[in-house]
């Protein structure tokens, strides 16, 4: 499972579009990370803004002998004054001595103030951060690094069945050795509700959510392992960021990856289904 990374922004939130659970109780977290732990999965993503998840991640992990790799992000800044001092409390919400990877979690931050990415290589520098780099959410978010030759180590973007935006993208960063970490497979959960159950906002959509129920029977796998055995198909992504909303749902999922790839006729007719309307594919715009 070393490709999966488990992201964590139920551990401190309510998140995402199905889940009516809320955010997870501490010690269903710790059995999700001994169980993530003993199955492979070595790496965790969180960030500053996402609730209380920073601190519960510390508590778990020094009362654990696990040992993670952790991603945060910086919250968006008006200027470089505290960047320094967040990141450090990142690091004592963690009980961390250093990440493996720092991102700017909005990118208008960056776009904004530059300056601050010095701040970024000095940390690298020091030690406190094995690796730097951006999460994203539009290709010309990549464009704009990539001719300001912006020299990073990371970038998370969101992929999906749906969301194919950045895929003329993959193989470049690929070929500059820049870690792709794909977020947002299950688009917040908006492949698991049901068909007729969609808002007016989701008629676009409809018809080929009701195809994916018919590819996942006749597959015999649930929608979540389509989802991730969809993207770990494409070899020019190296690791697959998933949420879960409890430890059924971490092993269904591990459960169901370690099969057999989707044949290429199935992967076809999955690649057809994107979508580029923003307003579908971006969660932010569902309000």
Not at 81 to 100: A, G, M, P, S, W
Not at 137 to 153: A, G, H, Q, R, V
Not at 212 to 231: D, P, Q
Request: net charge neutral; charged share 25%.
């Amino acid at each position: 499972m070393s490709k999966i990374i488990l992201g964590t922004a139920q551990f401190g939130m309510n998140y995402g579009i199905n889940n009516v659970r809320g955010k997870i109780p501490y010690n269903e977290v710790v059995e999700i990370l001994n169980f993530a732990y003993k199955n492979g999965i070595d790496t965790l993503d969180t960030a500053y803004s996402y609730g209380e998840s920073e601190e519960i991640l510390g508590k778990a992990i020094s009362n654990s002998s696990l040992k993670f790799n952790i991603i945060s992000k910086l919250p968006d800044v008006k200027n470089e004054k505290n960047v320094e001092d967040i990141f450090n409390e990142t690091l004592k919400r963690l009980r961390q001595k250093n990440l493996y990877g720092y991102l700017f979690h909005n990118f208008e931050t960056f776009r904004k103030h530059p300056y601050i990415y010095n701040i970024f290589q000095e940390l690298k520098c020091s030690n406190k951060v094995d690796k730097i780099g951006f999460s994203l959410y539009y290709p010309s978010e990549i464009d704009y690094l990539l001719d300001n030759k912006i020299d990073f180590d990371i970038v998370q973007i969101p992929y999906s069945i749906f969301d194919q935006r950045f895929e003329n993208y993959l193989h470049l960063l690929k070929e500059k050795n820049i870690e792709v970490h794909i977020r947002s497979v299950f688009l917040q959960g908006l492949f698991f509700k049901k068909p007729d159950e969609l808002s007016a906002h989701f008629v676009k959509i409809r018809e080929d959510l009701e195809n994916i129920n018919k590819i996942s029977k006749c597959l015999n796998i649930s929608i979540a392992s389509l989802c991730i055995k969809f993207a770990l198909i494409n070899e020019n992504i190296d690791k697959i960021i998933i949420g879960v909303d409890s430890i059924e749902n971490l092993k269904e999922n591990l459960r169901g990856i370690k099969g057999k790839k989707i044949k290429d006729k199935f992967y076809n007719l999955l690649k057809n289904m994107k979508v580029d309307d923003e307003n579908i594919i971006l969660p932010f715009s569902w309000s």
